[in-house]
């Protein structure tokens, strides 16, 4: 079941639901950021062996390709469950985004990484932290664009930092950038946790589209 969770309905920019299709709201005008809620407690021990690896995997092209790259530096009988999740991430993204061809990182995370609130040059981004804190996002009635605009500091962008949203443990987030192909539509606001400080590791994954989509008008 979808949820649209808001304080007003004039500034809903935001879905999330326990079901992938959710993530296909993505593409209405008024939504940026739609995430999908899941359980990845299954993959725990790989998650786990993974972080201690400290690894840096980066790979482009389309799905057949980059799933050949990770196996090729992931040994597949052992981290079977994570290599098949990444494959059905990167199905479920051609499958929103229309493109066939993608850049994606499976990356330990040790530092702060984005300290600012910011949008992203790009278009779509799909983003899952399989271990750690989530990625860190603002409701539209909570941002201050001139702020963001003028490049001001999280003080003057954030309204109210109580209401600071994050996404959990393995929930899959989209993200609208900058240069989405639909006029008027506003990026998403976000920014990594800050986990420097505390001596936290995160096992982030990222995909982006690695063409600039024009199927929208």
């Not at 993200?175 to 420097?196: C, D, F, N, W």
Request: positive net charge; glycine residues 4%.
């Amino acid at each position: 079941m979808i949820k649209a969770k808001n304080i007003s309905q004039d500034s809903v920019n935001w879905i999330s639901g326990t079901n992938s299709s959710c993530l296909e709201h993505i593409h209405k005008k008024s939504i940026n950021i739609s995430i999908y809620d899941r359980n990845i407690d299954y993959m725990i021990n790989e998650i786990r062996n993974l972080l201690n690896m400290n690894i840096e995997l980066r790979a482009s092209g389309g799905i057949t390709e980059i799933i050949k790259t990770v196996k090729n530096e992931l040994d597949s009988k052992s981290h079977n469950q994570i290599i098949n999740d990444i494959n059905e991430l990167l199905i479920l993204f051609k499958k929103v985004s229309k493109a066939k061809s993608f850049k994606l990182l499976l990356t330990t995370v040790g530092t702060n990484m984005c300290r600012k609130f910011h949008t992203d040059i790009n278009d779509l981004r799909m983003l899952c932290t399989y271990s750690g804190p989530g990625t860190l996002w603002l409701k539209e009635n909570n941002i201050n664009r001139k702020a963001l605009n003028s490049y001001s500091d999280n003080n003057d962008i954030v309204l109210d930092e109580n209401k600071i949203q994050q996404t959990k443990e393995g929930s899959v987030i989209l993200l609208k950038g900058a240069i989405y192909p639909q006029s008027k539509t506003l990026a998403a606001v976000h920014r990594s946790p800050t986990i420097e400080e505390s001596g936290e590791k995160r096992l982030l994954l990222r995909i982006d589209t690695n063409e600039f989509l024009n199927f929208l008008s």
